[in-house]
């Protein structure tokens, strides 16, 4: 039975929050998390759209993840199954990453770092990287983690605009077969100046290769914990206290470093684990996002860990050494539970028409009882290639509407209660008051698209943009819109039927490339810093793979009779 049980139980429990929304939400807060100081307030209101959620309790983000289940009996269970990406499989039980989570937050504290010093973390997918973020949750530091992939420059914007003391990273990363630096970016970020309150960077040996030390500076992970102990004792904050900020695209220049807090984002990520992957005790949950994005915080480092879930976690690519990874990594470790981007579906579509060695037929599947999409529309071709041949037509798919700063999922079907409709995210969670409305923020009737807006705070929203409050105001609670609703940046339209959501696309000036938000301002930018380039103007078209592709005019300074300086531009980017 479904953790929600039916259509009837999911309007049972709208309607609860419409006639009463704090007492809703302070049950669940009292169902779901471990305080260490009872909340006082549920919602604080007074200084809209600044939201406060519980105010005046206390609790540890780490310790409702892992103190809490090993005291619950749950130490000797698997936390993480880790596939390196030559095949290599080691299990980590809750009792280890415990262990390990204390060792580095005894680290992290004795190179000084304190409750509201912020770290950022540039690091491949590993157990070291989800360890570091729970160590900074043990011990109040605010997490910033940015996505392995980025360039030095956007790496040094995150350091700068977030203050860091400490970088977490490793000397290499390994991604389908190929060797690639991560600490010598580092290096030539810290460079670029501006990066002065770092304090030290902080290196997991992932090859053992590469890395150059800075002695004072730089710190091998395995000496920094080495002599400290596995004990350490949870560091207490405040509900609203930032866990991590994360840096994503905006419809201007600079990136928006998205706050998050403590209490109201955990209290979502586990009921969203509950809600929407129905997740069960023998459960085995893969999430395939990297920690870099939203979806790794939510569905990798802290919902799975929050309610004592096993989950795989993977640092290859999906391609290597075949298209038929992921399949045979289900087979494996006999997942339940997969979750994945429309834009790595469609990839392994068209790999597996070209080879049936890598069609999910050739693999056994049959321990998969729920599918879920996120972060770009899923075209209902995909939808119904992923429902027949990876679920065998008897697994729902989740399409998961959400955003960074939503902090998880809004609208998105319910397994065993909703009834399934390819490339729509049906409806909206109980407690979100999702809602379409004109440009004055006028409600539309059912059938005709608008602005996507969600019309009352929920506890895991966005608390502000790290440094910049008046242009969280501007971006998400605009005057146009009557200062109130808060703005998704999404088109939708509601069926007139069964008022299921569509989302139709961003209405402003973010691309989304493969899940991945880009701003098409930022692009222009980095076009323009490019000493060829006069003038950019950047504009998306439609992708059959990657849902969005990028499109850059640029006028040159100069042009060279070789024709190649497209190409160049490009690879500069
Ligand atoms: P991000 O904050 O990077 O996760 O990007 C969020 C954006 O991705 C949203 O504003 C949407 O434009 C898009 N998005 C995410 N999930 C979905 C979905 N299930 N269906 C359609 N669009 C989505």
């Known amino acids: ?233 949870p560091t207490i904050v405040d509900s609203e206290h930032p866990l991590f900020v994360l840096y994503t695209s905006g419809s201007t220049g600079k990136p928006k470093g998205v706050q998050h807090s403590s209490a109201g984002y955990l209290l979502w990520a586990m009921l969203t684990m509950k809600w929407t992957f129905d997740i069960k005790p023998n459960d085995v949950f893969w999430c395939t996002a990297d920690i870099g994005w939203i979806t790794g915080h939510t569905y990798i480092t802290y919902g799975p860990l929050a309610v004592g879930a096993t989950q795989i976690v993977f640092e290859g690519v999906p391609t290597y050494p075949n298209a038929g990874r992921f399949w045979e990594m289900i087979q494996r470790h006999k997942a339940t539970i997969f979750y994945t981007a429309p834009t790595a579906i469609r990839s392994l579509i068209k790999a597996s028409e070209a080879d049936e060695k890598v069609h999910p037929k050739s693999y056994d599947l049959s321990s998969l009882r729920l599918l879920g999409s996120v972060g770009e529309p899923i075209n209902p071709e995909a939808w119904m290639w992923y429902y027949k041949n990876v679920g065998h037509e008897k697994c729902p798919i989740v399409d998961t509407f959400w955003q960074t700063e939503t902090g998880g999922h809004m609208i998105t079907p319910l397994p065993g209660a909703t009834t399934l409709v390819p490339g729509s995210c049906t409806l909206p969670l109980p407690g979100i008051m999702a809602a379409v409305v004109d440009e004055v923020g006028g409600d539309l009737p059912d059938g005709q698209g608008g602005i996507l807006v969600v019309k009352r705070p929920w506890p895991s929203m966005i608390r502000t943009i790290w440094g910049d409050p008046e242009r969280f105001k501007k971006s998400y609670f605009p005057e146009e819109l009557g200062g109130k609703l808060y703005l998704a940046g999404d088109g939708a339209v509601r069926d007139k039927d069964n008022g299921n959501f569509t989302i139709m696309g961003r209405i402003d000036d973010v691309l989304n490339v493969s899940g991945h938000r880009m701003g098409t301002m930022e692009i222009e930018s980095s076009l323009v810093a490019n000493e060829m380039v006069a003038e950019a103007a950047v504009v998306g078209r439609p992708d059959d793979l990657t849902g969005e592709a990028i499109v850059a005019y640029v006028v040159l300074k100069g042009a060279r009779p070789d024709g190649e300086q497209a190409k160049e531009i490009a690879n500069s980017l």
């Open 1 to 233: 039975n479904a953790t929600v049980g039916g259509m009837d139980a999911y309007r049972a429990m709208c309607k609860a929050a419409e006639q009463d929304y704090e007492g809703f939400w302070a049950r669940l807060a009292d169902e779901n998390l471990s305080w260490s100081k009872p909340y006082s307030k549920v919602l604080d209101e007074s200084n809209a759209p600044f939201y406060k959620w519980f105010t005046g309790g206390e609790l540890n983000v780490s310790a409702n993840c892992l103190d809490k289940n090993v005291a619950n009996g749950l130490g000797s269970k698997t936390a993480i199954v880790f596939e390196a990406d030559d095949g290599k499989v080691t299990n980590v039980s809750y009792s280890d990453l415990l262990a390990k989570v204390s060792r580095i937050a005894n680290g992290l504290k004795s190179l000084g770092v304190k409750k509201g010093d912020r770290v950022v973390i540039y690091m491949p997918m590993s157990v070291e990287g989800i360890a570091a973020m729970q160590a900074c949750a043990r011990i109040g530091a605010t997490h910033s983690v940015v996505f392995g992939g980025f360039s030095a420059k956007s790496l040094q914007e995150r350091i700068v605009d977030v203050g860091a003391c400490a970088v977490f990273t490793a000397d290499q990363q390994v991604r389908g077969g190929k060797q690639l630096p991560l600490k010598n970016i580092v290096d030539e970020a810290l460079a670029m100046g501006g990066c002065e309150a770092v304090k030290n960077v902080i290196v997991y040996k992932r090859t053992g290769q590469g890395a150059e030390m800075q002695a004072g500076r730089d710190v091998y992970l395995e000496d920094l914990v080495a002599k400290q102990s596995d004990q350490c004792e």
